[in-house]
């Protein structure tokens, strides 16, 4: 069967540490799959406000999640801190990808890395919009 797969080549444009709590486990006492969504969504929050921009107001715009994708390289446990890596990937008109590479701190050896394709929207209408200036200005600065 084939599998998917990810690559994180783009440049890092943020990392942040985020430590494995008691709650992030699952019955297996590893990372459970939806605490790593959480953890990306954490590391994304932290991403936009590195640059001055919030996910539900980037110049009046907000984002939705398109999709989706993780690729899993080892186990991660209570007690290890995670760095996550965010890259921007390939752009389109109203929206790109964002990359993840999740490492232990510890070692820098690779726990996963994962994909979110967001597109910008307009908040009170819900429609999907342009990508505003100055996050464009970001994606043209570092591709």
């Known amino acids: 069967m084939p599998r998917l797969k990810l690559d994180y080549t783009a440049p890092t444009l ?12 699952n019955y297996g006492n590893h990372l459970a799959h939806d605490r790593l969504v959480s953890i990306l969504h954490e590391a994304r929050v932290r991403f936009f406000r590195a640059f001055g921009f919030e996910e539900h107001d980037i110049e009046g715009r907000g984002i939705l ?67 505003p200036p100055a996050f464009r200005a970001l994606i043209e600065k570092n591709l």
């Open 65 to 131: 999640l398109a999709d989706l994708a993780v690729t899993y390289h080892r186990e991660a446990f209570y007690g290890q801190t995670l760095r996550v890596e965010v890259a921007i990937g390939e752009a389109a008109s109203r929206g790109c990808d964002l990359l993840y590479r999740v490492t232990d701190a510890g070692d820098g050896e690779t726990v996963a890395l994962a994909k979110t394709g967001i597109v910008f929207i307009e908040p009170a209408s819900r429609r999907v919009v342009s990508i």
């Open 14 to 25: 943020h990392t942040t540490d985020i430590p494995i709590r008691i709650t992030d486990l």
